[in-house]
């Protein structure tokens, strides 16, 4: 029964409400009815300090002991009317009156009363229901099937099928991981040095020469990154289309020059940059080979 608790209630909120009248220095009240205010006296401030106002500020001013004692008259008054009417209707039970009230004029304002304004159904709606689809939500796409499904089960396939995949090559026969020995130096020799070094080759038609870069390195050598010197001042040269890049054209023509012609291969693979410099005369058909670096 909650008779009990509420009897002790009730009687704390007495002795509090008479330890703690309100800021009512009156004669007639000993000094224990302000016990309360002089005991938080010291933890709570009237006074704050706000930015752009002079001095400080009063928080909230104290009533008159006029409008006090109104104040808890009128608190008592109901006070004492409800548990008077409460007494009336429901001390011997249920009286004819309420049932009256209730299945009359008051029914609505029982209804409200008795579902609690509703305000379990209204959060139940607005917040309970939207956040429980939003956790199932995360939880079957997040938790199931990104964590489970993707990166451990996922992960754990493919582990399983590469081990699958090793265990024909790492089966102990030694011939066989020779053959891949084999077939794997070869491949790498084929993609790499198979054909012949990096060079260039030229035609000279008037007075202009016309250059083609040779990058060899196999079948890797379409991907290789050329770069030209063409003035023989030792520095790559850039593209008169695209200041911004290096001239990297596979084919070139250069107009009365003579001298050293240098060309920079980059190998695809190992990122090793391969120099080749030819000195061409103009005037000589077979021009000389000076030699490539």
């Known amino acids: 029964s909650m008779t009990v608790p509420l009897v002790i209630l009730a009687a704390f909120a007495s002795f509090i409400g008479f330890i703690g009248l309100p800021h009512v220095e009156h004669p007639a009240f000993p000094a224990f009815t302000h016990a309360l205010a002089h005991w938080l006296e010291s933890s709570v401030t009237a006074e704050w300090y706000a930015s752009g106002l002079p001095g400080v500020q009063s928080i909230a001013g104290h009533a008159s002991d006029a409008t006090t004692f109104l104040l808890m008259g009128i608190a008592l008054v109901v006070a004492i009317a409800g548990i008077t009417g409460a007494y009336l209707f429901y001390g011997r039970g249920p009286s004819k009156t309420v049932n009256r009230l209730v299945d009359g004029p008051l029914g609505p304002v029982y209804e409200a009363s008795k579902h609690k304004l509703w305000?379990?159904?209204?959060y139940d709606k607005v917040f309970v229901r939207p956040f429980k689809m939003l956790t199932r939500g995360l939880f079957e796409i997040a938790d199931r099937f990104i964590i489970d499904t993707v990166a451990v089960n996922g992960a754990a396939f493919v582990i399983g099928i590469?081990?699958?995949m090793s265990r024909w090559f790492q089966n102990g026969n030694v011939q066989r991981y020779l053959v891949g020995v084999v077939v794997g130096g070869a491949l790498v020799f084929f993609m790499t040095d198979c054909h012949h070094k990096a060079t260039f080759e030229y035609k000279i038609v008037g007075n202009q020469l016309r250059l083609h870069a040779d990058p060899g390195s196999g079948i890797e050598g379409a991907r290789a990154k050329i770069s030209w010197d063409l003035d023989g001042d030792g520095q790559k040269d850039r593209d008169p289309e695209h200041p911004g890049e290096l001239l990297s054209k596979r084919?070139?023509?250069?107009?009365g020059y003579d001298g050293p012609i240098?060309?920079?291969v980059e190998d695809p693979i190992t990122r090793k940059e391969i120099k080749v410099t030819r000195t061409i005369n103009?005037?000589?058909d077979a021009p000389s080979a000076q030699g490539a670096k």
């Open 262 to 264: 240098t060309m920079w």
């Open 119 to 122: 305000i379990d159904e209204f």
């Open 282 to 284: 103009l005037n000589v």
């Open 251 to 255: 084919d070139v023509t250069v107009t």
């Open 162 to 164: 590469f081990g699958r």
